[in-house]
């Protein structure tokens, strides 16, 4: 027996020091929020099923707080960190909020133009009716350049009108009560199953505009540097989980992200670990000053403001400097 003690005081402090949270006996409380279970915050939950918050000394409130409110919740005090996509938080930001960028998983947008099968070009289009689901949603937001890409002018060229159910939205196309219109995963899924057409899909490379980023406020990430780092380790190792553990990953979808159909899960899982999110989720500029320039679209205040203003890659800088990134995925 005394042997066994003279054990525990050797060693009990070496443990302690190699623990990922060595410093602190007690978890830090944290708060992290995200705007829908949608799959575009994936890696978040993966992150938490796997216990990793925990690992790096979190006790995790997961706050689940509907589209844009989330960003007045996390404004007003009540969120340490977010998980959104990036015109939300930049069309905040550029009014004043003090959000910033510290990371980003999905870089594009994980939409799609889809119409009904009778339009067999961008061309076509015109003189036609799209349906988005409501104006000023990122729908409304994202068409409109893309039409314009074409040549064709939006409420000119084309119509645009609200449905504000995507399911409606389907289901108004598959009647040709429109003609198409702009629409989210897995919606798209069950309107591919309904023959519509995919014209434009927003995922495809350089239409760079983030659906999922890392938000905190500057004063936050000033004042606690540490949690914002331990953090991102957290969220680091959870995405390569989330690679690599297939169940975990099907098993963390079902709890927060609203699908409890099997080959739904299992559709989801194989779709967005092979092609969309980034098994490192560094800021992507472009991403940022895209999503600038559309919001620029309706409001003057985003007009000639740089991506830099919005976005902290130190945090990122520091986890591959240091070798942990590497360390996690070799």
Not at 102 to 110: E, K, L, M, P, R
Not at 176 to 192: H, L, N, R, W, Y
Not at 256 to 271: E, F, W
Request: proline share 5%; no cysteine; glycine share 6%.
């Amino acid at each position: 027996m005394k042997r066994f003690v003279l054990f525990l005081i050797i060693n009990f402090p070496l443990s302690i020091f190699h623990s990922p949270f060595a410093h602190s006996a007690t978890p830090t409380k944290l708060r992290v929020g995200y705007p829908s279970p949608s799959a575009a915050f994936f890696q978040l939950f993966a992150t938490k099923e796997a216990g990793l918050l925990e690992k790096y000394g979190f006790d995790t409130e997961m706050v689940y707080v509907q589209g844009v409110q989330l960003i007045q919740v996390h404004v007003s005090g009540q969120l340490d960190l977010s998980t959104i996509s990036s015109v939300v938080y930049l069309q905040a930001a550029v009014e004043g909020a003090d959000l910033i960028q510290v990371a980003g998983s999905i870089d594009n947008q994980i939409m799609k133009l889809m119409v009904h099968p009778s339009i067999a070009k961008p061309q076509d289009l015109k003189g036609k009716t799209l349906a988005v689901t409501r104006f000023g949603s990122l729908t409304d937001l994202i068409v409109r350049p893309a039409l314009k890409n074409w040549g064709l002018e939006p409420q000119k060229d084309v119509k645009l009108i609200q449905i504000g159910r995507m399911p409606d939205m389907v289901a108004a196309i598959s009647q040709k009560a429109v003609d198409g219109g702009v629409i989210s995963f897995p919606t798209s899924v069950q309107a591919e199953k309904l023959q519509l057409k995919t014209l434009l899909d927003f995922a495809e490379p350089g239409h760079d505009l983030p659906a999922s980023t890392v938000v905190v406020s500057r004063r936050y990430a000033k004042a606690n540097h540490d949690i914002v780092l331990r953090f991102l380790k957290a969220y680091i190792e959870g995405t390569r989980r989330l690679f690599t553990d297939r169940e975990l990953g099907i098993r963390a979808l079902r709890r927060y992200g609203g699908i409890s159909d099997r080959d739904m899960l299992a559709t989801t899982y194989d779709l967005f670990t092979t092609r969309y999110i980034k098994k490192i989720p560094k800021i992507n500029p472009k991403g940022v000053e895209n999503s600038l320039n559309l919001i620029a679209e309706n409001n003057p205040k985003a007009k000639g403001r740089k991506a830099e203003e919005f976005m902290d890659t130190s945090f990122m800088d520091e986890l591959e400097s240091s070798g942990f990134i590497k360390s996690i995925w070799p």
